[in-house]
């Protein structure tokens, strides 16, 4: 199994910036990648971004190109989400999720952490 702790969700005014981390624990060598998801009030819960854990490799959904960074750090079992230029419509609670070496979708998931941007 796979624990993951959100943190650094919070309120920011439109143009802000945050950044999230992603804390895992457990079984880290079977991790195949991380991926950040959001879920804004009264809609399903979508793929933000992701990044496989031994290569680097990243996905963005079109929405976030150019305005989110997703990166890990190895040596600390951790996986950051920088979102630079907020906009209101990016207000949801952002979760971390793992996907396992295969595995076919993602399994473990961390509480989740609200983010609130205003206009």
């Known amino acids: 199994q796979v624990q993951l702790v959100e943190s650094g969700g919070g309120l920011v005014q439109a143009g802000g910036s945050l950044r999230l981390s992603c804390a895992a624990s457990g079984r880290i060598s079977s991790i195949y990648a991380v991926g950040w998801f959001c879920q804004a009030p009264g809609k399903e819960r979508e793929v933000v971004t992701s990044?496989?854990?031994?290569?680097?490799?990243?996905k963005y959904t079109d929405s976030v190109k150019g305005r989110f960074t997703i990166s890990r750090d190895n040596a600390k079992n951790t996986v950051y989400l920088q979102m630079n230029n907020l906009k209101p419509e990016d207000t949801a609670v952002y979760y971390c999720?793992?996907?396992?070496?295969?595995?076919?979708?993602?399994?473990?998931w961390g509480q989740g952490t609200q983010v609130t941007v205003s206009s």
């Open positions: 990044i496989t854990w031994s290569g680097g490799t990243t």
């Open positions: 999720a793992v996907l396992m070496t295969g595995d076919s979708r993602y399994n473990y």
